[in-house]
T-cell receptor
Framework: AQSVTQLGSHVSVSEGALVLLRCNYS??????LFWYVQYPNQGLQLLLK??????LVKGINGFEAEFKKSETSFHLTKPSAHMSDAAEYFCAVSENSGYSTLTFGKGTMLLVSP | DAGVIQSPRHEVTEMGQEVTLRCKPI?????LFWYRQTMMRGLELLIYFNNNVPIDDSGMPEDRFSAKMPNASFSTLKIQPSEPRDSAVYFC???????????FGPGTRLLVL
């Protein structure tokens, strides 16, 4: 069975600072990994995903994530935070097998201060 | 494509009333998912369909909840009778394959008084 752990329900950064949101997963087969973003009063929107190939994945709005199999991690980073990045971020995992569906983490709220 | 469409966007009802939430998935997507999001429990998968057939409804809270997908372009989630603890945001999502990217609708914010 697959699972996702997001460390920290809230992360606070200053505008211009590095953003690091942590995600660890467990999966019995090679995983598909996703980051979604949810702005207030909106649905979840795909930020980036890893399926196969290059382990460093670039997404929208300057975000990127690196798949590290040895660490079972898929942390999300952005070099310089912007006020508009304030939102909730969800990591998700699925498996390339059968009826596997996405399993979401509990989410991390990113707060950006001026 | 217009994306996943949900209606209504907001619903306020009184305890005991029937509530019907509607979803139109992205055309061509074979999978449709219903989620519930609350502050306390986060994002919960309620049920999902493949080619209009329910595959896993283990997340449906109780018999008061039911979901149908009569055709590839329409699904409903019904709560009867509704209770205050059902107050939440309900999301519909669709995807091409079960393990691939899910595209979410804007959600229905339900308040049961």
């Amino acid at each position: 069975a697959q699972s996702v752990t997001q460390l920290g329900s809230h992360v606070s950064v200053s505008e211009g600072a590095l953003v690091l949101l942590r995600c660890n997963y467990s999966s019995s087969v090679p995983p598909y990994l996703f980051w979604y973003v949810q702005y207030p009063n909106q649905g979840l929107q795909l930020l980036l995903k890893y399926t196969t190939g290059a382990t460093l994945v670039k997404g929208i709005n300057g975000f990127e994530a690196e798949f590290k199999k040895s660490e079972t991690s898929f942390h999300l980073t952005k070099p310089s935070a912007h006020m508009s990045d304030a939102a909730e971020y969800f990591c998700a995992v699925s498996e390339n097998s059968g009826y596997s569906t996405l399993t979401f983490g509990k989410g991390t709220m990113l707060l950006v201060s001026p | 494509d217009a994306g996943v469409i949900q209606s209504p966007r907001h619903e306020v009802t009184e305890m005991g009333q029937e509530v019907t939430l509607r979803c139109k998935p992205i055309s061509g997507h074979d999978y449709l998912f219903w989620y519930r999001q609350t502050m306390m429990r986060g994002l919960e998968l309620l049920i999902y369909f493949n080619n209009n057939v329910p595959i896993d409804d283990s997340g449906m809270p109780e018999d008061r909840f039911s979901a149908k997908m009569p055709n590839a372009s329409f699904s409903t989630l019904k709560i009867q009778p509704s209770e205050p603890r059902d107050s939440a945001v309900y999301f519909c999502a669709s995807s091409l394959y079960s393990q691939e990217t899910q595209y979410f609708g804007p959600g229905t914010r339900l308040l049961v008084l």
